[in-house]
């Protein structure tokens, strides 16, 4: 689900049915959140012609967060992006778009079209499609977290692909041990070890869905002001947080501004806790507090 893999495990109960309804709900937020699924909350959205649409609390919440980080970055973040990122195919299959495309899809991104009034968005410019792929993952985690504390699971570790949370304490006592990916190597290959107590656990990368074609990667965390690839200097970020939504945001703003701008970034943000940045040089930056080795 999610255009990934979920993997959710509990500690301390023998209910195996509570993980199930954990899964399902992941498949609850999809069908409202998807931006391709027929019928779900954004696709109404954007195919209202700019008329205003009513949606669920759910998805109200996490477009006005996505509006925050849009100030936050002035626009670097852009939930409205969605026309930009549906152009691109990252299986290199469809190769790059045309330049034309990209430039008539990337007059349409800007967050400050969005009017969100209560659980009623509109679209100013009825041209523009939002996608909450930067932050959807994050708030779902948080989400599942919350119903397996409610039905009083003692600790668990939710992973959907690259956001991870980890609540309550290991059995053994132990800290959480997360391994951060290296930039594109092997699945297995790793840049180190995070050990935290709960938190969230968010890894974003260049590597995750790329192509290379004339010798040139093009990776999928696109530059709203220039519709292609982001050329930072980061190749993987990696954001300890409060809350994964946060972290979710996070490590793509990261990629999106590089290493000179990103301590600034995160000091300002809220929840933040530490991060892991893997440099195009090989260089691992930490920032915040981390535990990494």
Request: aromatic letters at 6%.
């Amino acid at each position: 689900m999610l255009d990934t893999i979920c993997k959710i495990t509990v500690y301390g109960i023998e209910d195996k049915a509570i993980v199930s309804e954990a899964l399902d709900l992941c498949a609850e937020y999809e069908a409202l959140l998807s931006m391709t699924v027929e019928g779900s909350d954004v696709w109404r959205i954007n195919h209202s012609g700019g008329t205003p649409v009513t949606v669920a609390q759910q998805t109200a919440e996490i477009i006005a967060a996505g509006l925050e980080y849009g100030r936050l970055t002035d626009g670097l973040f852009d939930i409205t992006i969605g026309r930009l990122s549906a152009l691109w195919d990252f299986t290199g299959q469809s190769g790059i778009p045309a330049r034309s495309e990209i430039e008539t899809a990337r007059q349409t991104v800007d967050y400050r079209q969005v009017v969100l009034d209560g659980y009623t968005v509109q679209l100013l410019n009825p041209e523009a499609w939002i996608d909450l792929g930067g932050i959807a993952k994050g708030y779902i985690a948080d989400m599942i977290a919350e119903f397996l504390k409610e039905r009083q699971v003692p600790a668990a570790i939710i992973a959907l692909g690259g956001n991870i949370v980890a609540y309550g304490q290991k059995p053994d006592g132990s800290k959480w041990l997360i391994a951060v990916r290296k930039p594109f190597g092997e699945q297995s290959d790793r840049s180190g070890i995070l050990k935290t107590d709960e938190a969230s656990i968010v890894s974003s990368g260049k590597y995750e869905r790329q192509f290379v074609e004339n010798g040139v990667l093009y990776h999928h965390i696109l530059n709203p002001n220039t519709g292609m690839p982001v050329g930072s200097d980061i190749d993987g970020a990696t954001i300890l947080s409060e809350r994964s939504m946060d972290g979710d945001a996070l490590s793509t703003i990261v990629l999106l501004v590089g290493s000179q701008r990103a301590a600034s970034i995160l000091d300002a943000a809220r929840g933040f806790i530490g991060a892991v940045l893997v440099l195009d040089s090989g260089e691992i930056l930490t920032l915040g507090e981390v535990d990494f080795s």
